[in-house]
């Protein structure tokens, strides 16, 4: 017998429509990954002897679940993390796209957003029949890489007619939508070595169909590394048999060093 600590490395795979692992991707370093079995299980009483004793137990239901807690972040990651599918932003130009409300009043402090992010070429013009170009650091500054302005100044220049107008070139983005995707099955493998035992010897476990959930707290300020816990339900993989190598949940092997 040996004692244990772990580490290792956490990979997410697809999986075939025949149950087989796929593609696989590390996940890059997490701060923990553990599984639970979760079994319902009826108890019944006797009541004849006084004692109220158990005298059947029953495990009526056997589930499983997984949580990790990943603390790097990627495109890819964030799509395991919100349940999400990925948009692909091409690098184009943009001509006069509306900015703005069409009616109301300019005001200091107003920021308005462009559809595109990582935006260079920012040109902005007002509705006037001949239109007036507001100028960068006077009436606005830009925010290039989030793909906003915020007015500094209104009336130098002007005054301007709504909508504002911007012409600009975006470059090439990847998004990730939120809670799109959420039907994905992945099969998990994890890659570990036993610390406590000179040698650290390998110890992997393959965990074969797991539904995840949406991260329940994604913290955006923080004064700590952030850490994004993964939690999800691992799921019976009956393209598998209870009495085969694998079983039908997971396996767990234990290597020498």
Not at 120 to 134: E, F, R, W, Y
Not at 159 to 173: H, I, R, S
């Amino acid at each position: 017998m040996d004692y244990f600590s772990g580490q290792g490395k956490l990979y997410f795979g697809t999986r075939s429509a025949a149950g087989n692992p796929e593609t696989f991707r590390w996940i890059g370093d997490v701060a923990d990954f553990s599984f639970s079995a979760e079994p319902d299980i009826l108890e019944a009483k006797e009541n004849y002897s006084g004692n109220r004793q158990t005298v059947v137990r029953i495990t009526r239901e056997l589930k499983m679940s997984m949580k990790a807690s990943l603390r790097q972040i990627s495109a890819d990651n964030l799509k395991l993390m919100l349940l999400g599918e990925t948009v692909v932003q091409a690098g184009a130009s943009v001509t006069n796209e509306v900015i703005t409300p069409t009616t109301g009043t300019l005001a200091v402090g107003n920021v308005f957003l462009f559809a595109g992010q990582d935006v260079s070429a920012v040109t902005i013009t007002d509705s006037t029949g001949t239109p007036k170009t507001l100028t960068a650091d006077v009436n606005y500054t830009l925010n290039a890489k989030g793909g906003s302005i915020e007015t500094l100044d209104v009336t130098t220049g002007g005054a301007f007619t709504l909508p504002l107008l911007a012409d600009y070139t975006k470059a090439a983005a990847t998004r990730v939508k939120m809670f799109t995707a959420a039907n994905v099955e992945y099969w998990l493998r994890f890659e570990g070595l036993n610390t406590a035992v000179s040698g650290y010897p390998p110890v992997i476990v393959d965990i074969y169909r797991v539904r995840l959930d949406p991260v329940k707290d994604f913290g955006l300020i923080n004064d700590d590394l952030g850490n994004f816990e993964l939690a999800g339900s691992c799921l019976v993989d009956q393209t598998k048999t209870a009495s085969g190598d694998f079983g039908q949940f997971g396996r767990m092997i234990a290597l020498a060093a």
